[in-house]
Nanobody, 122 residues
Framework: QVQLVESGGGSVQAGESLRLSCAAS????????MGWFRQALGKEREFVAG????????GYADSVKGRFTISRDNAKNTVYLQMNSLKPEDTAVYYC???????????????WGQGTQVTVSS
């Protein structure tokens, strides 16, 4: 089992930035690709960004490319999502997820955090 705990959500104005963190515990952190998903009210959960266990490869949804950056610190068992130039349409609950591979992660995680709310007002 892997336990994931997100933090860093909040309410910001359009154009501002937030950094989400996800602390992992349980099984070896470097065994897993990590990622972020989000779910807006009334919509399905969608993939936002993912990163391989080494950090050597990343993937992003088209809607966040160039604005969001995913990174990880394996020494701290933590994955981050730096979100810049936030838009009202980025408003959602953001979930951290872990899976065996980046390819598998992009279609859904094996382990999930509880989520953190991000609200962007215009």
């Amino acid at each position: 089992q892997v336990q994931l705990v997100e933090s860093g959500g909040g309410s910001v104005q359009a154009g501002e930035s937030l950094r989400l963190s996800c602390a992992a515990s349980g099984r070896t952190f470097t065994n897993y690709a990590m990622g972020w998903f989000r779910q807006a009210l009334g919509k399905e959960r969608e993939f936002v960004a993912g990163i391989t266990w080494s950090g050597g490869r990343t993937g992003y949804a088209d809607s966040v490319k160039g604005r969001f950056t995913i990174s990880r610190d394996n020494a701290k068992n933590t994955v981050y999502l730096q979100m810049n130039s936030l838009k009202p349409e980025d408003t959602a609950v953001y979930y951290c997820a872990a899976s065996d591979s980046l390819a598998r992660l992009s279609s859904g995680g094996d382990y999930w955090g509880q989520g953190t709310q991000v609200t962007v007002s215009s």
